[in-house]
């Protein structure tokens, strides 16, 4: 066995151990079998709540119904990432694919989870600044203005720019508070 | 230096020829033993709805024939009629395909049997827990709860939509499959 031939058998090997340990990248069938799973957990949930109606128990409804909406939202989160899974290797892009499998997992870790009621609990201030974000048609006020901090820009001198007109438009305004600001709010007090 | 790359290449080698058949056959009992977990808890499912069906007949009697809750009731006990079929059918199928895992000719072909057991399985235990909530719904009738009626009929609603994704993608699953071994 000459030199080269063990250099051989060493990449073989290096393949072999690496493939061992990573079978290939995003795996459309293992993902589906993860979504049948993520359905499954989520029938059981539903069935948890009916188990919980027919005691009559009303703490135990709350609770059963707040652990099916934990096991939905991860099904939801499993198929949107499945869905980015199978566009991601139809665009060849391999990280995406496997970042997006990533996520298949972690929706059903999420869903397991929920069903043992092991629910991430959203901080009130969290949950206000949720309801408060302007989403372009959300549950917010169509006439809210838009937030530039929120826009994407294609460059950050652009976002620059656009986050500085808008402020010298909000000081300008109405409803401003900057000196040059026509409006009622935060002025100092005239002497009469 | 290149002396220490045949060496590192030789150890690298033997790494690899000596640990890739061990994390196989470890992956291969994994999944053998997951199966086993789902196939189980299946059975159980199936037990229970075997028993509900029976105390659903009870609760059947109990109701009168002009309820106005009549034609709820026909179609629980039909959703209850298609899913104690397609439980019974998949728990089948899920110890059909376990069965196989072991005589596979590799590991591959192992696993794929595993995961189309699991899968199966899984739809077994959906079929067999909407037979429970049908029945649920009965006896909820059957016993004046109707407080408990809509919850219910709500949450069963949900569970059949969610038990038609466990077949689509069992059967998505079964495809991919044989598409992988018919090339």
New interface residues.
Partial sequence: MN?NS????????????L???HASGAD???A??I???L??I???A??N???A??T?NLEA?AEANRR?DAVDAA?AAGQAASTAMDRAIEANDQDAADAAEDGVKDALQMAKDGLNGIVPKVSATKAWKASKKNTGGGPADPYDAPNMYDIPSKTKVQQGVAQKSWGTLWSSGAIGSGLESGGFADREATPE | M?RH??I??????????G??PN??KAQQENSSSEVQVAISAAEKAVQKARADIEKGKEMLALIPEDSPLMPDIAEMVEAAAENWKVAVDSLKGAKESAGKIESAGNPSLAG?YA?LA??NA??A??GA??V??AV?YV??VATN?T??LD??RT??R??VA??S??QF??D??KK??TE?YSK
């Fill in positions: 030199g063990i250099l051989k058998a060493g990449v073989l090997g290096m393949a072999s151990l493939f061992a340990v459309k069938i293992a589906s079998a979504l049948a799973e359905s499954t989520s029938v059981e539903q069935a709540v009916v188990d109606a027919a009559g409804m099916a099904v | 290149s790359s045949f590192a290449g030789l150890i690298v080698a033997l790494l690899g020829i640990v890739a994390v196989a794929d995961l699991k899968v899984g739809v235990l959906s827990k909407i429970g909530m649920a006896e909820a709860k407080e408990s919850i219910i949450a069963l949900d569970a969610a038990s994704q466990v993608n069992y998505r699953v991919l499959i992988k």
